[in-house]
């Protein structure tokens, strides 16, 4: 079945450091990707998403890049902030199905903790 | 828009007592999703639902039942809660296509069991 493994966390920075969190993925086909973000006390927020490979997500400075070839969708940001500590959850949804609409199946990884200290 | 709506937001149970999560979405998603956040153990799907009148059973089915009602609801049973079922519950939604792929989440329900 479809998995995907994030990288063990949690991590700490400093303020402008350069952030990535890695992830890769099993899945057959084409799934969408995606990265939500969970503030403390809070549900989870879309934060990028891409639907093919070679697709870059981009949102608040983040960027993920769906590669195939590597069955990866890291996340970057050249320079965090003490805001954007929370958790980060890696995500795919299964491959469209013949029809261009999805048999349903969301899968995350465990979530990566992150705190950036000023 | 209100997006995803989950309630109640916070419930104690006494071991043994039943209840439903109720979760309602207007968006139009066909999929629907029922997870469990448990700390150190990141999100694991309890029930999904593909489309209206379709349910289909995740990692973690045992101890709960969903109903899929129409295309905008989807709730979450515990017929006999078990201390082990507390945890932070999550509803979401999601709309994949071609031309569009959109997921969202309800802003969670925080339930004990004692």
Request: charged letters at 15%; aromatic letters at 12%.
């Amino acid at each position: 079945g479809n998995s995907v493994t994030q990288m063990e966390g949690p991590v700490t920075l400093s303020e402008e450091a350069f952030l990535t969190i890695n992830c890769t993925y099993t899945a057959t086909g084409y799934p969408s990707l995606f990265w939500y973000v969970q503030y403390p006390g809070e549900g989870l927020q879309l934060l990028l998403k891409a639907t093919k490979a070679d697709d870059k997500g981009s949102n608040k400075g983040f960027e993920a890049t769906y590669r195939k070839e590597t069955t990866s969708f890291h996340l970057e940001k050249g320079s965090v902030q003490v805001s954007d500590s929370a958790v980060y959850f890696c995500a795919l949804s299964d491959p469209l199905n013949a029809g261009g609409t999805s048999y349903g199946k969301l899968t995350f990884g465990q979530g990566t903790i992150l705190t950036v200290h000023p | 828009n209100a997006g995803v709506t989950q309630t109640p937001k916070f419930q104690v149970l006494k071991t043994g007592q039943s209840m439903t999560l109720q979760c309602a979405q207007d968006m139009n998603h066909n999929s629907m999703y029922w997870y469990r956040q448990d700390p150190g153990m990141g999100l694991r799907l309890i029930y999904y639902s593909a489309s209206e009148g379709t349910t289909d059973k995740g990692e973690v089915p045992n101890g709960y039942n969903v109903s899929r009602l129409n295309k905008r609801e989807f709730s979450l049973r515990l017929e006999s809660a078990a201390p082990s079922q507390t945890s932070v519950y999550f509803c979401a939604s999601l709309s994949l296509s071609l031309m569009n792929t959109e997921a969202f989440f309800g802003q969670g329900t925080r339930l004990t069991v004692v």
